[in-house]
């Protein structure tokens, strides 16, 4: 059921090639707009106040990536959170960096507060640091690159599930897509992956591509960027190729090759004797 989920989704993607609205860092402007190129959507940065809105009509997305955050961003991010539940679209949250500093923690936060439709997609100590649970084991988060193993963040992902009333994505050698009713494991992708910079932000990238028509759990891009990374890896002597061949790979993925790598575990459906 969940293949067939994630193929119809792809399949939906490259028929209507979604515009995403991405206030995105200056890192991954570039990795991100391609990647959703290559899997058949259409990207667009954009932060400027005075367009925000406009462009939030005809997005079908917006994804908030805090990578290079500072006080001019902040307040667009927020703003443009605004404009994407006046129009009823999803907003996807990249939490980069979260516990590194207390502005991407708290700014997180309230980016989370905000959004009435959202997915949060982090690795594990991002995911733990924007929780911030008490009895949680200290996430070490110095940087953007994640230091715990994303099984460690499963509770963490819960809480956030509850609080904010949202699906989320754990990324890392096991991803994990936590939504109410729903807990799935995903085994694809390869070491390679996190040797190029912007890989989970390419995740959150194409995260609001499926959002935008009507895959809202994250499974879809987990799944995709999964299978392609792990194609492309086994093609590339090291994180430059591997950069460049995604993009390939990604463009010429087609659903049977994705149904067959496919590696994910129904860890929990919720049993609801509502109708
Ligand atoms: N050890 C690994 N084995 C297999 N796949 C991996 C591994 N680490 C990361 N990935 C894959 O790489 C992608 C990015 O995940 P990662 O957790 O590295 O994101 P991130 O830390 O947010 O990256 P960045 O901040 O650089 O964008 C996901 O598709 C994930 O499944
Ligand atoms: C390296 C880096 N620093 C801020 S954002 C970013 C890209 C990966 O998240
Ligand atoms: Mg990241």
Not at 29 to 35: E, I, P, S, V, Y
Not at 66 to 84: H, Y
């Amino acid at each position: 059921m969940s293949t067939q989920i994630i193929i119809n989704a792809l399949n939906t993607v490259r028929e209507h090639k979604p515009l995403v609205l991405n206030i995105t860092n200056y890192v991954v402007m570039n990795n991100t707009a391609n990647g959703l190129l290559a899997l058949g959507a259409s990207p667009i940065m954009a932060h400027s106040r005075g367009e925000l809105a406009e462009m939030m009509v005809f997005s079908g997305a917006l994804v908030v990536n805090i990578g290079t955050l500072d006080s001019v961003w902040v307040e667009r991010m927020l703003f443009a959170v605004e404009q994407a539940n006046k129009q009823g679209k999803p907003v996807v949250l990249d939490p980069v960096g979260c516990g590194a500093s207390q502005l991407r923690t708290h700014t997180s936060r309230r980016i989370a507060d905000l959004a009435d439709q959202l997915i949060i997609r982090g690795n594990a100590s991002e995911i733990i640091a924007l929780a911030g649970l008490e009895n949680a084991t200290q996430a070490s988060c110095k940087g953007v690159d994640a230091l715990d193993a994303s099984e460690t963040a499963v509770d963490a992902a819960r809480y956030l599930v509850e609080h904010y009333h949202c699906n989320v994505v754990i990324s890392g050698e096991t991803d994990f897509i936590i939504g109410k009713n729903s807990e799935i494991s995903l085994h694809n992708g390869h070491a390679m992956m996190p040797f190029v910079t912007g890989m989970g932000c390419t995740l959150s990238a194409l995260t609001g591509a499926f959002a935008a028509v009507g895959e809202t759990t994250g499974l879809a891009a987990a799944a995709v960027l999964g299978v392609a990374g792990e194609i492309a890896a086994a093609q590339s002597a090291g994180p430059g190729s591997l950069q460049l061949k995604l993009l390939d790979v990604l463009y010429q993925l087609d659903v049977d090759t994705l149904a067959q790598r496919l590696q994910l575990t129904l860890v929990k459906i919720a049993i609801s004797n509502k109708p």
